[in-house]
């Protein structure tokens, strides 16, 4: 007799399985599918009428260096991929499934631009070009946690701190190398293979080279801006023996369900990518320890609002503000206006910034069998403004 919880197990995995050899794949389909765009922007020039073409020999020259920079991108893939089949103790690339069932797998509409989302994330995490943005992103974040676990106060490596949506994995590994115990969370399996590959296997500063912008063909002045380069990574990342730092894959809201295990959760431009945000909120301070702290840096762009076919609230700060009290939170400190860009090309003609809000709340403290939030929010709330003492 088939027992149903196995075989539901079974077919999640087989399922979870198909999904990564379709990234790897999509992966190896990249320099084809770019190619192709090219392709079709050649097809469009040839239509034109002769002497437009004459006019534009430059924009065909252009395209051409455009293709070698494709080709350089499309170089690093394979040693990405090669990697990659290391990730969850090969669990997707066994024997019994190997990656010769990759070829039985298609690629993934979505792909192409999610592989190229990851070259101008290696831009931002770990290039010497990303350090500005990094500077105002995760430097309020990271000075915030230094703050509040000063290292003559607490032994660091007892500090448990999680990132959500870590990405590439910088703010976190950035965290870690402070001596912390830090623990970084990503959904976006594309991230992932690239962040492993990066933090476990590039062993020289400045060893790789991507062109971030490539594929970006508008607001340019002249195509060395499309062109843009950058080396990686800015820095050995490697850690030393002490060092406490660790990855884990999946959906946050799904991973972290235990309740009262971590002393902070920093998050950097991501509580806006849930279709719910308070689910976000909720689970945030669900697995905060008593006396945790919350500290948040980011814009509110709300990542499902223009998506067809999905639900999503977009709630102001003003109301967040309030719905981060309901939940039980003592907000600490709250700045907005945060001048902060993601994944830009400086040399591009459109620039966009976010004026971000950057806060600190804390979960309270139990006092008996009761939380002290809402009377910390009442003395939180006249002492900002909000309330009258009698």
């Not at 922007?41 to 920079?69: F, G, M, R, V």
């Not at 308070?278 to 500290?295: A, H, M």
């Amino acid at each position: 007799m088939i027992n149903g919880n196995a075989k539901m197990d079974d077919d999640i995995v087989t399922q979870e399985r198909n999904y990564f050899l379709q990234v790897l794949k999509t992966f190896d389909n990249y320099k084809k599918q770019s190619l192709l765009r090219i392709e079709y922007k050649e097809k469009c020039l040839s239509a034109l009428p002769s002497q437009h073409q004459t006019w534009l020999e430059k924009y065909k020259n252009d395209l051409d260096n455009i293709k070698s920079c494709i080709d350089k991108n499309a170089d690093y893939i394979p040693i990405v991929v090669q990697h990659a089949k290391n990730i969850f103790e090969n669990l997707y690339t066994s024997d019994n499934s190997g990656s010769h069932q990759k070829s039985s797998v298609g690629t993934l509409s979505e792909g192409l631009d999610k592989v190229q989302s990851v070259f101008k994330q290696l831009m931002r995490d770990w290039s010497s070009l990303g350090a500005k943005e990094r500077e105002e992103c995760y430097s309020p974040v990271i000075n915030e946690i230094e703050l509040q676990f000063p290292e003559d106060k607490v032994d660091r490596r007892d500090i448990e701190i999680l990132v959500p949506g870590a990405g590439l994995g910088r703010l976190a590994f950035e965290i870690a190398k402070r001596k912390f115990n830090c623990q970084g969370n990503e959904f976006n399996m594309f991230m992932l293979i690239v962040s492993f590959h990066v933090l476990n296997h590039c062993k020289k500063i400045d060893e790789f080279e991507v062109f971030p912008w490539i594929h970006q063909y508008c607001n340019n002045l002249s195509v060395e801006t499309q062109m843009l380069s950058v080396r990686f990574p800015d820095i050995i990342t490697s850690l030393d023996k002490s060092s406490q730092f660790s990855m884990t894959a999946g959906d946050f809201l799904e991973v972290y369900t235990e309740p009262d295990v971590f002393d902070c959760v920093a998050t950097c431009f991501f509580i806006d990518c849930a279709s719910n945000i308070v689910e976000f909120l909720e689970t945030i301070y669900t697995i905060l320890k008593p006396n945790g702290v919350w500290i948040n840096l980011g814009p509110l762009l709300y990542h499902y609002s223009y998506m067809k076919n999905e639900k999503s609230i977009e709630p102001s700060f003003e109301v967040l503000c309030e719905v981060i009290k309901k939940v039980g939170f003592v907000m600490e400190k709250c700045q907005t206006g945060l001048k902060t860009r993601y994944c830009q090309n400086p040399q591009a003609m459109l620039q966009y910034e976010y004026d971000s809000v950057f806060f600190v709340c804390r979960k309270p403290m139990l006092n008996g069998n009761h939380f002290m939030g809402d009377l910390q929010n009442e003395i939180a709330d006249a002492f900002n403004g909000d309330k009258k003492w009698d």
